[in-house]
C-alpha cells in the first residue's frame, strides 16, 4: 500500500496545473530593510515541472566565437568571447526547454532575478509583435549576467538585446549590483523601461506591469527602448495618468481583466496586507494598487521568505479554505530565491527548491566552484539523489494536509533558516577569511545543503509513515528525531 501511494505521489510531481498568472517579484530598498540591506527576489511559479538545479559556471574565454542557440524556442546569437564565473539556478538538460536560469549571481556580484511574466495590451502587441524565436525567460540570464560588471550594464545589455533580436514575451527583470538596483520592464517586441529602484519603498510585482509616469529625460535613473512614447502615440494607444503618459496603462494589459490578471489583484493586496495592514483595508478588485509601497516596519530578509509563502492565512481570504483567492505561496512554485545586499558583506543569494511554503531556504556566495552532486544531478527518474526531487516530494506531501503533515514540517524548516540567518556573521568571517576564495564558498555551502537535504529525506519517510498509519506528528516529534538544524 504505501509503495503504490509513493509511485502515485512521484507521478504527480510530474503534473504541475496551468496558470496564467505565474511568478511574484518582492523588492525591499535599503532604507526600509530591517538591517540596511537591499533584498529582491522571486518564486518561479511554472506551468510545467523542471527539476531545477543549483549549478555553478566557469568563467571562459574562446578563441572564436561560440553560437548559442536556445533549446526552448530556437534564438540564436554569438556570444562574447570572454564570460565571467557565475552561479544560477537553471532547469535540468533533460527536460529540454532550454536553460531557464531563472536567477544568477556572478563574480562582480551582479545579481539578476529573470523573469516576472508581464502581459501586453493588445493594441501594443499589434503595434508591435513579439518576435517568436527572440529575447525569453528562458536566455535571458545566460545572455547577459555572463558578461556585465554593473547592475546598469547589465540592464543595458538586456535593453539592446532586445531592440535587435526583438522579445518572444513580456517580462519584468531585476539586476542588482552592491551599489545599485534596476527593474525593467519588456512589454512588447521591442518596447521596453527601465528604472533605477528608490531605497525607501518595497514593491511587490504579480504579473503586472507596474511602472507609472516616467521622466524619460532623466538618464540617471530611467531608461528606454527607442521612441517608447511615440510608437504609442502612433497607434493612438498612448494612456495618460494626470495628464502626464504612464507605461503600464499604455503597455501592459488590463488588470482588472480576468482574462489575463485576475490573479495579481489578491497578491497586490495581499503583500499589502502582510508589510502594512495599517495601510491596507479590505481588498478592492477594482482598484489599481500601486507596486512600490512604505512598509508599516522596517522589512527583514525573514519577512520576505515569509512573503513568499503567503496564503492570506490571517484573513477572510485564506486560500486554504478559498480556493478562488489567488495566493503569493502556491504548491505550482517550482523554485524561489533571494538576493541579500548587505553594505560591506558579500552578496549572498538564498535558494528554496520547490514550494518554500514547505522547502528551505539556503545561502550561497556567487563565486562558489561547485554545489553537491545532488543539486545538479540530471534525470527525469524520480529519486532521492536528485535534491529537487526530494525537496518537491515532501512538499507535495505537506499541501495534501497543510495541518497534519504541513505544519511541523513548515516550523522545522523557519528553525532551520532562523539558525542560518544567525549563523551568517560566522560564515561570512571564513569566506572573507579565505580571501573570497570560491573552493570555500562551496564547501560553505555543501555543508548546509546536504543537511537541509538530509532532512528532507528523513522527514518525508516520516511524513510516509505518518499518512500510512494514520499517526499525527508535532514539531517536537521532527525535532526530537533530527536533533537541533
Same mark, same amino acid.
Given at each position: 500500500m ?6 502515485v ?12 498568472s505565474?511568478?511574484?517579484?518582492? @523588492? ?18 511554472t506551468?510545467? @515541472? ?22 526552448y524556442?530556437? !534564438? ?42 508581464l ?31 554593473t547592475?546598469?550594464?547589465? @540592464? ?33 517586441? $521591442? ?43 502612433? $497607434?493612438? !494607444? ?12 499604455t503597455?501592459?494589459a ?8 485576475n ?6 493586496w ?7 495592514p ?13 507596486? !512600490? ?18 496564503r492570506y492565512?490571517?484573513?477572510p ?19 524561489? $530565491?533571494? !538576493? ?6 558579500? @552578496? ?42 526530494c ?14 503533515y504541513?505544519?511541523?514540517?513548515? /516550523?522545522?524548516?523557519? /528553525? ?70
Open positions: 504505501g509503495k503504490k501511494w509513493v509511485a505521489l512521484c507521478g504527480l510531481m510530474l503534473l504541475v496545473p496551468s496558470f496564467a505565474a511568478c511574484t517579484t518582492i @523588492i525591499v530598498g535599503r532604507g526600509v530593510s530591517a538591517d540596511g540591506s537591499f533584498i529582491f527576489g522571486r518564486t518561479d511559479d506551468h510545467t @515541472i523542471g527539476k531545477e538545479q543549483i549549478v555553478s559556471v566557469p568563467a571562459q574565454t574562446t578563441a572564436t566565437p561560440v553560437l548559442f542557440k536556445d533549446e524556442n530556437g !534564438f540564436t546569437m554569438e556570444l562574447p568571447l570572454e564570460s565571467c564565473q557565475y552561479v544560477m539556478t537553471p532547469r535540468a538538460e533533460s527536460v529540454h526547454t532550454g536553460i531557464w536560469a531563472e536567477s544568477a549571481l556572478n563574480e562582480y556580484h551582479v545579481a539578476i532575478s529573470a523573469t516576472e511574466t502581459i501586453a495590451k493588445p493594441e501594443a502587441l499589434e503595434a508591435d509583435p513579439y518576435v517568436l524565436n527572440g529575447i525569453a525567460e528562458s536566455n535571458i540570464p545566460t545572455l547577459v549576467i555572463p558578461y556585465v560588471k547592475a546598469v550594464e547589465g @540592464i543595458r545589455r538586456l535593453g539592446a538585446l532586445v531592440s535587435e533580436y526583438g522579445s518572444a514575451e513580456s517580462n519584468g527583470v531585476v539586476i542588482a549590483d552592491p551599489s545599485e538596483a534596476w527593474y525593467i520592464e519588456i512589454y512588447t517586441g $521591442h518596447q521596453w523601461l527601465a528604472i533605477k529602484l528608490p531605497d525607501d519603498q518595497v514593491a511587490v510585482i504579480p504579473n503586472a506591469a507596474v511602472l507609472g509616469c516616467v521622466d524619460l529625460s532623466d538618464q540617471d535613473h530611467v531608461i528606454a527602448s527607442p521612441n517608447f512614447w511615440e510608437l504609442a502615440k502612433e $497607434h493612438k !494607444f498612448l494612456v495618460e495618468s494626470d495628464g502626464k503618459p504612464h507605461a503600464a496603462k503597455y501592459g488590463d488588470r482588472l481583466d480576468a482574462k489575463y490578471l490573479g495579481c489583484q489578491y497578491r497586490f495581499g503583500a499589502r496586507h502582510f508589510l502594512a495599517s495601510q491596507t483595508g479590505d481588498i478592492d478588485l477594482t482598484a489599481y494598487y500601486d507596486a !512600490f509601497f512604505v512598509p508599516d516596519q522596517k522589512v527583514s530578509l525573514a519577512d520576505c521568505m515569509e512573503v513568499m509563502r503567503y492565512e490571517d484573513t481570504y485564506n486560500s486554504n479554505t478559498n480556493r478562488q483567492c489567488r495566493p503569493i505561496g502556491v504548491n505550482y512554485t517550482e523554485a524561489a $530565491h533571494l !538576493f541579500w545586499l548587505r553594505k560591506n558583506l558579500p @552578496i549572498v543569494e538564498w535558494v528554496a527548491l520547490a514550494n518554500p511554503e514547505f522547502s528551505v531556504f539556503l545561502p550561497l556566495y556567487g563565486n562558489l566552484t561547485s554545489t553537491p552532486e545532488a543539486y545538479t544531478r540530471d534525470t527525469l527518474t524520480n529519486t532521492s539523489d536528485v535534491a529537487y526531487d525537496f518537491r516530494r515532501l512538499s507535495n506531501l505537506c499541501v495534501e494536509d497543510r495541518q497534519r504541513g505544519t511541523a514540517v513548515r /516550523a522545522y524548516w523557519k /528553525a532551520m533558516e532562523t539558525q542560518l540567518i544567525g549563523d551568517m556573521t560566522a560564515m561570512d568571517q571564513a569566506y572573507l577569511d579565505s580571501g573570497k576564495d570560491g573552493d570555500t564558498a562551496a564547501k560553505l555551502f555543501a555543508a548546509i545543503a546536504e543537511k537541509a537535504l538530509d532532512a528532507s529525506r528523513q522527514m518525508f519517510d516520516q511524513v510516509i509513515d505518518q499518512r500510512i498509519h494514520h499517526m499525527a506528528y508535532t514539531q517536537d516529534d521532527f525535532m526530537d528525531r533530527y536533533q537541533d538544524p
